[in-house]
């Protein structure tokens, strides 16, 4: 069995799987930022040691899909964006003192992507992107039917990238300043943001409105609401006709929380990458879900392991 990790900013997964990706058992947790670095690590060790104790099975290797940005060589964390602790850790050095088998550390929306790439939504193709739209937003960037790793600190950091910016004139901002799922909600939870005369407005009374609550808006036919959800999906797709014109993938497949909108978020972002995109790439690629809407982070982490094992 391998063990695959993911340290998000909002959940933390481990899953045991075989070297082919079939998982074995599975938790699940939600991030306490407030407890840091050292907080989330003994929650994934006791994780891990339950779910060896549970299945009876002995670990090979583990990967650790980290979201934040990691050193390939070192195997040491650089930082997180959301949760602090994170700044120059040994992470790959402290997986591999508590459970005495070889670790990898990778990106998380990497890990992602991978599992996408060998088993989900990106396989058979031979230029892919995958991209996550959670509590942040990363990418994972595959030409040639190989991922591009770029330096040290890897590369297609997607919500980093800069497109115009609605909330201000005249201004630019980081895609995930926007769009991230954390942007979306701060943005609905901002005082005198929601109109009056919107469904979200009675909720919004009775508590802090999520990604969710907007989605079942815009399924109801809420103006404001399907207008959010336009201008999220014509802001990442400036972003996607950047990558489409850079790099011409034949598929993006999106995930992370704020994809389960589907197609209220899906079908408009089609129609604005295409209207983004340069002349002869607007045709010859499709936007989709990914397969793996809750695992696909701990599960490619997992295959990373095991294939660095050479299985």
Known sequence: MFAGVEIGASKLQVILADAQGAPRATLQHAVEREKGADGILRWVTQAMHTLCTQTKES???????????????TGCTLLSVQVHGWESYPLRDAFE????????VENDTVCGGLAEFWLGSGKGTQG????????????ALFANGHLLT????????FGHTWVPSWTQPNAAEKIENLCSGFAIENRLNTPEYVPENSLLY?????????????????EAGDAFALAEIDRVARTFAIGLGNVLTLLHPQRIAIGGGVSHLGETLLQPMRGYAREFAFEPCKDGFE??????????????????AAKRKGL
């Open 150 to 157: 770029g330096q040290e600190w890897g590369c297609a950091y």
């Open 202 to 218: 009675s909720e919004k009374q009775a508590g802090r409105l999520s990604c969710r609550q907007l989605g079942l808006a815009a």
């Open 287 to 304: 936007i989709v879900p990914c397969h793996y809407p809750q695992e696909a982070v701990p599960l490619g982490a997992a295959l990373l």
């Open 59 to 73: 670990l090979e290797g583990i990967g650790v899909g980290f979201g934040g940005i990691v050193s390939r060589t």
């Open 97 to 104: 003192f508590a459970f005495h088998v070889p670790c990898i």
């Open 128 to 139: 892919f992107f995958y991209t996550n739209i959670g509590s942040g937003i990363g990418g």
